[in-house]
């Protein structure tokens, strides 16, 4: 198995974190910048993208989700073993619309996160652009949405859900690049703690800000 992927990008971390909690080996293709056209490894020109012996995938969504059907026995080596477990699906299979309604939530939440970054190095910001900044005010909707339907034990009780990790990683991401303070919400701020030193989460360190 490739994986395409940045150290930075939130989207790509969500995989790494789910290879590593199944305990599954990749070899890891790792550029910090966005890569040239050319050199895209899909059409979608973005990462992570997954080859597993010549499928090649795209969007972290759906690469997670092959990863959990394509290997449901894969379990952590030693070290990555940790409770609450990883959840062996996307979605509650009695919760599906639920829990797939806070996935497309938290996906749209991460590519606000990731819009204001990369805009920002061409100097477009919340403070110039009207468009970042109905951006952030998403970003602090969705938040606000989220935590009404988080628990005090996550998103899926008893469970280290895929919910979980896509609410994570992007705001580590927007802490580690300093895109904007998001915190001020019980419940999330107290799920973005418990897990943070997770073997899983100290495993793939978002790289610091350049
Ligand atoms: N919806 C995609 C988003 C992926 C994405 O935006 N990746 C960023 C890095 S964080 C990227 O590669 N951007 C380059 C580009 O948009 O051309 C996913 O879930 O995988």
Known sequence: MKLYCSNGSPFARKVRIVLAEKGLAYEADIQDRVRPVDEAPGPTLAVPVL?????????SDLIVDYLLRTYPDSRPA??????????PWMARPDRHWDDMTTLATLASCA??????????????TPENS???????TRIERCLDWLEQ?????????GWFSIMDIA??????????????????RRKLDALFDRHCA???????????KR
């Open 51 to 59: 080859d597993d012996g010549g499928r090649r995938l795209w969007e």
């Open 78 to 87: 030693a070290d990555m073993a940790a409770t609450p477990p990883l959840s």
């Open 111 to 124: 590519t606000s996160v990731v819009n204001i970054r990369l805009m920002g190095n061409d100097g477009i």
């Open 130 to 136: 009207d468009y970042l900044a109905r951006q952030k």
């Open 149 to 157: 339907r988080v628990t005090d034990e996550g998103f899926a009780v």
């Open 167 to 184: 609410f994570l990683c992007p705001m580590a991401f927007c802490e580690a690049r300093e895109i904007m303070p998001w915190r001020g």
């Open 198 to 208: 997770r073997p899983s989460l100290l495993a793939t360190p978002v790289n610091p």
